[in-house]
């Protein structure tokens, strides 16, 4: 690859990182203000859409986005029957702006979700303050809020730009003619013409720029969480409206906000349920055909059974080193320099410097042939972060006279671990099991780039039925993925909830 492509791909690649952030922002931030300072009705569902960027893959998101917005997808099938239109009118799907609105929306839920957080616990004294000086609410935003937002705005953005920066599945999909990322050309270089030489150049111009925005995630990330300690003693107080105009204003904004998420990000996933249980057949009749077809297929119960196997043995390993991580950071707060304690901090969050598809191109260089064996162990690498990050704030919680009063009772650290760390941090565990479970379950990457010989997963399953254009039964096995995924979320998220 020659400098001039390096570079149009490199730019690439970072404008639509930032195209699909700020879309995310756009509407993550007026949906975070509803959820964090409003009651309404569905509050709960819209918060609960946080796990979707998490426990739904990517390929499902594409996936409805095809069966909704594709050139003969739902919304134009309706258009063209209300209005008796002969071509589809919505046609931005396959293109650089069908790119940036299907990430930015796959991601907004993570800025809504963490801003919301942070909204919801902004002390309340400097903006009562402002009102009393006769400040509208605008100018209290503009001069008070958006101050105390920037740590939270900032962690949120940088997070859903890394997470852009490295989309493949959807920049495969939806990148458009001419256009490609540094992930999907490392791929190419390494899967189909075997330039081995081209994706590692490829491979350190990436890892060296993502370390650079994984330092300054880290850093604001740590800003963020100071901030978070500062708790407003006035949470459940309703801001008062400086008028009717400003009500009128407000509620014009939220209308939008619901209608461009539930098009763009509701309607894409109902889009899925309505194709895996309809065929061309029979209309909009109701029928298990679909499901019926894909279970009869020989490869499918191969590909469940991998799935879930390659996902709980992932899910365990991410479990254990994220814990065993946990437990030695427990253990070394405030014994350790300033200097090694910020490493410690900072080696959980290198993995995110390196994507999926690098990953999966240094284990073909090293051995050729790539296994189950090898799929699990990149797919923990890349997750057990994410296990950490769940058990460590529980572990946190446990005081250090709690610790003190242990090690006196305890022949060793060990006895400590098992009858303190463990039990208290026992449903963290089990959610970060079931966090990293659906992960590895919805991973189309990592199995794609390794091309393990006779190896099928159900996200493969799917990609390869969409593949061949066939969207109603791609439907109903995307159907089945995300109940895997979401439902094995959701139970052990429930239960480390109920535990607390």
């Not at 590692?200 to 880290?218: P, S």
Request: proline residues 4%; hydrophobic residues 55%.
């Amino acid at each position: 690859m020659d400098i001039s492509n390096l570079f149009h791909v490199t730019w690439f690649t970072f404008f639509q990182a930032a195209g699909s952030t700020l879309v995310a922002l756009i509407i993550g931030l007026p949906a975070a203000f509803f959820c964090g300072r409003r009651r309404f009705f569905g509050k709960r569902v819209l918060l609960s859409l946080s796990a979707v960027p998490f426990c739904v893959p990517s390929l499902i998101i594409a996936l409805g986005y095809v069966t909704f917005l594709g050139m003969n997808g739902g919304l134009n099938k309706f258009l063209m029957a209300v209005f008796g239109l002969q071509k589809p009118p919505v046609q931005i799907l396959y293109s650089f702006a069908g790119l940036l609105i299907a990430q930015g929306f796959y991601n907004f839920p993570l800025v809504m979700k963490n801003v919301s957080q942070a909204w919801e616990q902004l002390p309340s004294e400097q903006t009562e303050s402002a009102r009393l000086l006769g400040a509208n609410e605008f100018r209290i935003f503009r001069t008070v809020t958006i101050h105390q937002l920037i740590p939270s705005i900032a962690s949120s953005s940088l997070l859903v730009f890394i997470y852009c920066f490295l989309s493949f599945v959807l920049v495969l999909l939806f990148g458009g003619i001419g256009n490609s990322t540094l992930e999907v050309e490392i791929y190419k270089a390494a899967r189909a013409t075997l330039d081995f030489k081209t994706a590692g150049i490829l491979a350190f111009f990436e890892t060296a720029f993502l370390c650079i925005i994984t330092v300054l995630y880290c850093l604001v990330e740590q800003k963020n969480t100071k901030s978070k300690g500062i708790k407003s003693k006035n949470i459940n107080i309703q801001i008062k409206l400086a008028g009717a105009e400003y009500k009128i204003f407000e509620i014009s904004i939220f209308i939008i906000i619901m209608v461009l998420i539930v098009i763009f990000f509701l309607a894409p996933l109902g889009g899925i349920v309505y194709n895996a249980f309809t065929s061309p057949k029979t209309g909009a009749k109701f029928t298990l055909s679909s499901f019926s077809r894909i279970i009869k297929m020989k490869s499918f119960l191969p590909a469940l059974f991998t799935t879930i196997k390659t996902a709980f043995f992932t899910g365990t390993f991410c479990a254990f080193f994220g814990f065993l991580y946990a437990v030695f950071m427990r253990f070394m707060e405030g014994k350790t320099k300033k200097r090694t304690a910020v490493f410690l901090q900072v080696l959980p969050i290198l993995p995110m410097c390196i994507s999926s598809v690098v990953v999966g191109v240094i284990i073909t260089i090293i051995v050729r042939d790539g296994n189950i064996f090898w799929l699990i162990a990149a797919q923990t690498f890349l997750s057990w972060p994410l296990a950490f990050k769940v058990i460590f704030p529980q572990l946190q919680k446990i005081s250090n006279s709690t610790i003190d009063a242990a090690k006196l009772i305890s022949k060793n650290n060990i006895q400590i671990v098992w009858r303190i760390f463990f039990p208290i941090c026992k449903s963290s565990i089990l959610s970060a099991f079931g966090f990293c479970f659906a992960i590895s379950a919805g991973d189309t990457t990592l199995p794609l780039v390794l091309a393990i010989p006779k190896f099928n997963t159900l996200s493969l399953f799917t990609y390869r039925l969409a593949g061949a254009y066939r969207f109603n039964e791609a439907c109903a096995a995307g159907v089945l993925l995300a109940i895997l995924c979401v439902g094995f979320f959701s139970l052990t998220g429930n239960n480390a909830k109920t535990k607390k």
